[in-house]
Each structure stands twice: as structure tokens, then as C-alpha cells.
């Protein structure tokens, strides 16, 4: 069975890089972040990278299969050549796909692309086939360009969603609009993945009113390493939740 799931959350820098590191690893699937923006500090690509257990990680075989060459990542901004930005099948294994488009400026795609001179083509933003963990930026409303959502790809692609939220004050609004977002797209989504201290009437209202299901909760990892969140992710989520 094909494994396909998207990931995105309620808000930006809530832990769902972190998350998909997990789940990535958990089901030994590749990782796709289509746009990367902001390139000074680590890019969510090198996060799940260094989170990945070392047996996974295999961002050269990926970079190789799409035809990109060198592994090494530009500091500029850049944009895969047509028809060569990913596989036509996702490899198989804890692989790092690489970004459609990196983006120097740390902003919203939209803006990023044209403080950066660059326009993005939904067209290169089609997943390949096969196990494949997509992993958006900041929320589900975030704009790709002036005219179009992450929403509004997710309802193009019928990919499963995973929903991050956090488990702090105001989380119930933000969690709630997200999924109704999603929904009113006809967006399929797999599950909710919380993060951070329990906060059980949260996380139960947020699924019972939401209507969606909960997979579990990641507790805050710390020191995090590879191993201590592999080991977090399989004591809180079960992994048939995911097949």
C-alpha cells in the first residue's frame, strides 16, 4: 500500500518539521519540503536530515534520480530545471527530496519569490508518485503566490493531511478554522497530531468538533536527536495508524 500524506499545521514554527522528521522516519518514506524559504538559517530539508536515523537519510539519491547533480544546496536563491526538479517515483526509503524552489528571503512563499525575482509555477509543484511525506510552510491559508493557497494545492493533489497543532492557549481557534479550511476544499484529512504538554480537554474538543480523528501527541523532546525521537514518535502514535 502507498503511503502519501501531507503535513501542515495551525501555525508557523509550532513543530511540524519535527514531526514529519518523525513520521518520515517511522515509515521509512521520503520527504518533500516543495518551497523552502529563508536559507540563512538550517532549512526544514537539513532538519529532517539530521533527525532522520543515519540508515534513512539519502538526499544525494534523491538529488541523482531528479537529474540535479551536486548535492550541495546553493545559498541563493534557485529553482529546479523543468522537468528535472523530482523523480518521476519518489525513492523509497528516508530519502530528502529535493525543494522545488529555495527561496533566500524568510517570508511567506508568495513574498519571498518576488523580493527573490522568482515566479513560481504550480505546475512544479506536482508530487511525484509513490510513499511520499509533503511537509507545507507555516498553516494550511499560507499564499504560494497572490493567487493561490497551500489549501487550494492540497485540494488539488488528494493527498491525505495530517493537521499539527499545538497544544497551548488558542490553540481550539486556530485548530478548528484550519480544519474547516481544509474541509470547505474538499481536503482529505488523515488525522490530528498534536504538539507539546498534554492538554486532553483541548486535544478531545478540538477532534470531536473538528470531526477528525487523533493519531497522538509528541511531547517536547529534549536533548532532540534522532534517537530520542524516534523513540517519542513510537510511544505515542502507532504506526498502523499511518498504513
Same mark, same amino acid.
Given at each position: ?33 516543495? %518551497? ?16 532522520? /536515523? ?10 541523482? =534520480? ?29 530519502? %530528502?527530496? /529535493? ?14 519569490? @518576488?523580493?527573490?525575482?522568482?515566479? $513560481? ?7 511525484? @508518485?509513490?510513499? +511520499? ?19 487550494? +494545492?492540497?485540494?488539488?493533489?488528494? %493527498? ?8 497551548? +492557549? ?8 484550519? %480544519? ?7 481536503? /482529505? $484529512? ?11 480537554? &483541548?486535544?478531545?474538543? $478540538? =477532534? ?11 511531547? $517536547?523532546?529534549? /536533548?532532540?536527536?534522532?534517537?530520542? +525521537?524516534?523513540?517519542?514518535?513510537? &510511544? ?8
Amino acid at each position: 500500500m502507498t503511503r502519501r500524506f501531507v503535513v501542515t499545521g495551525t501555525d508557523t514554527g509550532i513543530g511540524k518539521t519535527v514531526f514529519s522528521a518523525a513520521l518520515a522516519g517511522a515509515l521509512h518514506i521520503p520527504y518533500w519540503k516543495p %518551497i523552502q524559504s529563508g536559507l540563512e538559517e538550517e532549512t526544514d530539508s537539513a532538519t529532517v536530515a539530521r533527525l532522520l /536515523p543515519a540508515r534513512s537519510v539519502g538526499r544525494g539519491t534523491a538529488r541523482e =534520480a531528479s537529474g540535479g547533480g551536486a548535492t550541495t544546496a546553493p545559498d541563493g536563491p534557485s529553482v529546479s530545471p523543468p522537468g528535472c526538479h523530482l523523480p518521476t517515483a519518489a525513492p523509497q526509503g528516508g530519502s %530528502i527530496l /529535493p525543494e522545488a524552489y529555495r527561496l533566500k528571503t524568510p517570508a511567506s512563499p508568495h513574498l519571498a519569490a @518576488e523580493i527573490d525575482g522568482v515566479t $513560481i509555477d504550480p505546475e512544479k509543484l506536482t508530487p511525484p @508518485e509513490g510513499d +511520499l511525506l509533503i511537509e507545507g510552510a507555516g498553516g494550511a491559508l499560507v499564499p504560494v503566490t497572490r493567487t493561490l493557497l497551500y489549501a487550494d +494545492l492540497f485540494a488539488r493533489w488528494q %493527498i491525505p493531511v495530517i493537521v499539527c497543532a499545538r497544544t497551548g +492557549l488558542g490553540t481550539i481557534n486556530h485548530s478548528l478554522l484550519t %480544519i474547516e479550511a481544509l474541509t470547505s476544499r474538499g481536503v /482529505p $484529512i488523515h488525522g490530528l497530531a498534536f504538539l507539546g504538554d498534554r492538554q486532553e480537554d &483541548s486535544e478531545a474538543i $478540538i =477532534a470531536d468538533l473538528g470531526g477528525v480523528r487523533r493519531l497522538g501527541r509528541l511531547p $517536547i523532546v529534549d /536533548p532532540l536527536t534522532p534517537e530520542n +525521537l524516534a523513540a517519542a514518535f513510537a &510511544s505515542n502514535f502507532e504506526l498502523a495508524d499511518f498504513r
